[in-house]
């Protein structure tokens, strides 16, 4: 729909600011964010740079029981709301980070809906930390916290949630999850067949586990070794 339009008139994307960092933006990812009619997402390993900005934006302004009730509020005395990668970080906005954060129903979510992103999202790990998508500290865990939300507004069921994550983490997180595929191949279990809520735990995609796969499988030829970046 226009979720990106509504980001951009919220204030939580610049273009101008984001056209710094994408100089190359094709017609459809500019669509994306001028658009009203945007009908399907498609992550590859070259735009999942921009969705994952997009969707950050996305996660950090949406109003949602995450971010006012999760662990980033339960904390807050002990590590501030604006310290995190995910809030200091987000610098592609027109208004400050905080001024942003929990602040906007961009998308409209019922109370079960919201219920949902959370339970799901804590189930969500990802390999630069140790903590969940409930956690939402860095660029990825709010990427990933505005997916779940765009998917219940449209009443997705949490098989397809958990399976657009994984989508999401695979491209983010690339030599992961191909060293998770290679593990599950060791016990004859083909990628197709796991299940994406299993191997999106910690002990596959936390940081800890994925290092421990890591370990038992060692390093494949050919697997890219860039780190994603938790920044803009």
């Not at 729909?1 to 610049?14: C, H, M, T």
């Not at 933006?25 to 590859?44: A, K, W």
């Not at 735009?47 to 999760?70: C, H, M, P, R, Y």
Request: aromatic share 10%; glycine share 10%; net charge negative.
């Amino acid at each position: 729909g226009d979720v990106g339009k509504k980001l951009v008139e919220a204030g939580a994307i610049d273009m101008t600011k984001l056209g710094k960092n994408f100089p190359n933006l094709t017609d459809e990812e500019r669509e994306v964010l001028v658009g009203d009619d945007l009908h399907q997402i498609t992550f590859t390993g070259d735009n999942i740079i921009f969705w994952t900005d997009v969707l950050w934006a996305l996660g950090l302004t949406q109003k949602s029981k995450v971010l006012s009730e999760g662990p980033m509020m339960q904390n807050k005395e002990r590590t501030p709301l604006a310290n995190y990668a995910s809030t200091a970080g987000w610098t592609l906005g027109s208004k400050d980070a905080m001024k942003l954060y929990n602040s906007q129903r961009l998308i409209t979510l019922t109370p079960e809906q919201d219920e949902l992103v959370y339970k799901i999202a804590d189930n969500i790990f990802r390999p630069c930390c140790g903590n969940s998508a409930a956690y939402p500290d860095c660029n990825h865990g709010m990427a990933v916290l505005g997916l779940l939300e765009l998917m219940a507004s449209q009443g997705a069921s949490e098989a397809e949630m958990y399976k657009a994550a994984l989508a999401f983490n695979s491209y983010a997180f690339s030599s992961t999850y191909i060293t998770a595929a290679a593990y599950f191949d060791k016990q004859g279990i083909d990628w197709s067949d796991v299940k994406a809520e299993e191997v999106l735990g910690a002990k596959f995609s936390g940081g800890q586990g994925a290092a421990n796969i890591y370990k038992q499988v060692g390093e494949i030829p050919g697997a890219p070794k860039v780190g994603a970046s938790c920044g803009a």
